[in-house]
Nanobody, 116 residues
């Protein structure tokens, strides 16, 4: 089992920045990748970004590309999502996800609100 704890959400004005953090615990050695998804009110959960834990390879959604950066600190076993130039449409609950083979673990979510 793996537990994920997210932090860093909050309220920010459009154009501002936030950094989300996700720290896994438990059987972290089984993890292959970690990433972020988000779910806005009335919408389905959507992919934001992912990072391969061994290689550092990253992949972003179209809306995140160029504004968000996902990174990892292997010493702290923490994955970050740096979000810049935030827009009101980025308002959502952001969920950390960790993949171990075909199994996915999820955090409890952290709220991000971007005011116009």
């Amino acid at each position: 089992q793996v537990q994920l704890v997210e932090s860093g959400g909050g309220l920010v004005q459009a154009g501002g920045s936030l950094r989300l953090s996700c720290s896994p615990s438990g059987r972290t050695g089984t993890l292959d990748d970690m990433g972020w998804f988000r779910q806005a009110p009335g919408k389905e959960r959507e992919f934001v970004a992912t990072i391969a834990l061994r290689t550092g390879a990253t992949f972003y959604s179209g809306s995140a590309e160029g504004r968000f950066t996902i990174s990892r600190d292997n010493e702290r076993m923490t994955v970050y999502l740096h979000m810049n130039n935030l827009k009101p449409e980025d308002t959502a609950v952001y969920y950390c996800e960790a993949g171990a083979g075909s199994y996915d673990y999820w955090g409890q979510g952290t709220q991000v609100i971007v005011s116009s």
